[in-house]
């Protein structure tokens, strides 16, 4: 079967650094992507990976490795608007992308 | 602003009802899709639309019947619907359907009572 596991809430205090984990077992793979969503609103795109290793884009990084079907998604320097959920996602091939139920982050002064 | 645009934002129905979401996306983009996210559920893909035609029926149930007319819009016509369909439904679009971001409209938030 298809499956994505990401922790379902983490809390950080504003300023630290703060990782999110995520596994998946999936029949294909063309892909990881991360989303941010704030409640109410639409998940926006926020990295995307295909080969193993980290790729940093501001304070926001992601790692994966395919080998052992692992990514995390690395914020830095928190700020209180980075409180919201993150969705991990796999692109099993073609048209399907399989969604994590995401991880709701608490950020606290 | 992301360029893809969803109507009504909010709607309640009734189990005997017909109603009708719509999504349109401004980016250019040939690929859109229909996706319903339930509360602390993970987004769930229900169809996918590749240069006009559907490419993906995810197992959904027929009272949900999609239309896209072109590669701007999209509809989701509703039909007898229950209360288990209360959701969030989202569209998104991209490029092309391999391996490209996704760009989500604000959703539809449904109730069924």
């Known amino acids: 079967g298809q499956n994505i596991d990401q922790p379902t809430e983490m809390t950080a205090t504003e300023g630290a650094i703060v990782q999110i984990n995520c596994t998946y077992q999936?029949?294909?793979?063309?892909?990881l992507f991360w989303y941010q969503q704030h409640a109410g609103e639409a998940p926006t795109f926020l990295s995307y990976?295909?080969?193993?290793g980290l790729e940093e884009k501001g304070r926001f990084s992601s790692f994966l490795s395919r080998s052992k079907g692992y990514s995390y998604l690395l914020l830095k320097e928190l700020q209180m608007k980075d409180s919201a959920s993150y969705l991990c996602?796999?692109?099993?091939?073609?048209?399907?992308?399989?969604f994590g139920a995401g991880t709701r982050l608490f950020v606290k002064a | 602003e992301t360029g893809v645009t969803q109507t009504p934002r909010h709607l309640v129905m009734g189990m005997t009802n017909k109603k009708s979401l719509k999504c349109e996306q401004h980016?250019?983009?040939?690929?859109m899709y229909w996706y319903k996210q339930s509360a602390k559920k993970p987004l769930e893909l229900m169809f996918v639309?590749?240069?006009?035609?559907?490419?993906e029926n995810n197992s959904v149930p027929s009272r949900f019947s999609p239309e896209c007319p072109n590669s701007s819009h999209l509809f989701l016509h509703l039909h007898t619907l229950q209360p288990e369909d209360s959701a969030l439904y989202l569209c998104?679009?991209?490029?092309?359907?391999?391996?490209?971001?996704?760009?989500f409209g604000p959703g539809t938030r449904l109730l069924v009572l």
């Open positions: 998104a679009s991209s490029q092309e359907a391999v391996s490209e971001t996704q760009y």
């Open positions: 999936t029949s294909g793979f063309n892909g």
């Open positions: 996602a796999v692109n099993t091939g073609g048209f399907k992308t399989i």
């Open positions: 990976n295909v080969l193993d």
């Open positions: 980016l250019g983009h040939n690929a």
């Open positions: 639309y590749n240069f006009k035609e559907q490419t």
